[in-house]
T-cell receptor, first 112, second 116 residues
Framework: DTGVSQDPRHKITKRGQNVTFRCDPI?????LYWYRQTLGQGPEFLTY????????KSRLLSDRFSAERPKGSFSTLEIQRTEQGDSAMYLC??????????FGPGTRLTVL | AQTVTQSQPEMSVQEAETVTLSCTYD???????LFWYKQPPSRQMILVIR??????QNATENRFSVNFQKAAKSFSLKISDSQLGDAAMYFC?????????????FGKGMKLTVNP
């Protein structure tokens, strides 16, 4: 399968713990995006990379959130000191020309 | 800031019938892209169709077509010959073509049920 992959698919953690998610984009795609989706809502943009450069960050991305794409391939999204309000589906998408974005299956985070 | 509104939270359609999903958006930009995405239950988001705002011709992809009314800021999706596999959440999304932002702005989505 050559689509966008995300790991883990599900994560349950206790409030205050740190979590890290990984996204592997479609191999020839130089753009990678992170979104968050809560129940009953559409996805909300968090940040995006072109190659290894982080070009845009949403105000939703508080200082507890950090994203990296060190070699312009896979990306990680870390949430420090998780809160119950962080419970959501975290979606990754990639694109080769910045218009059509192709999504992965998401990582569902539950903070207890 | 751009906003996308999907005013119908749920719709249902009989198998083989046609259904139209509505979407309106608000923007002050003249150049942008619009999309419809499909999210089946417990499955990933799939791009259904896209429309460039500079194109007057409405996009079509097999059984899916759009009615793009730029002046009215309306972007509806028509699904013809509905199939059971079309049952999903459908999201309308906007992307600017100006200023370097590549983020998608999504509506809240609409749940489509297809009845056999």
């Amino acid at each position: 399968d050559t689509g966008v992959s995300q790991d883990p698919r599900h994560k349950i953690t206790k409030r205050g713990q740190n979590v890290t998610f990984r996204c592997d984009p479609i191999s020839e795609h130089n753009r990678l995006y992170w979104y968050r989706q809560t129940l009953g809502q559409g996805p909300e943009f968090l940040t995006y990379f072109q190659n290894e450069a982080q070009l845009e960050k949403s105000r939703l991305l508080s200082d507890r959130f950090s994203a990296e794409r060190p070699k312009g391939s896979f990306s990680t999204l870390e949430i420090q000191r998780t809160e119950q309000g962080d419970s959501a589906m975290y979606l990754c998408a990639s694109s080769d020309e910045g218009v059509g974005q192709f999504f992965g299956p998401g990582t569902r985070l539950t903070v207890l | 800031a751009q906003t996308v509104t999907q005013s119908q939270p749920e719709m249902s359609v009989q198998e083989a019938e046609t259904v139209t999903l509505s979407c309106t958006y608000d923007t002050s930009e003249s150049d942008y892209y619009l999309f419809w995405y499909k999210q089946p239950p417990s499955r990933q988001m799939i791009l259904v169709i896209r429309q460039e705002a500079y194109k007057q011709q409405n996009a079509t992809e097999n059984r899916f077509s759009v009615n793009f009314q730029k002046a009215a800021k309306s972007f509806s999706l028509k699904i013809s010959d509905s199939q059971l596999g079309d049952a999903a959440m459908y999201f309308c999304a906007y992307r600017s073509a100006q200023g370097g932002s590549e983020k998608l702005v999504f509506g809240k989505g609409m749940k489509l049920t297809v009845n056999p």
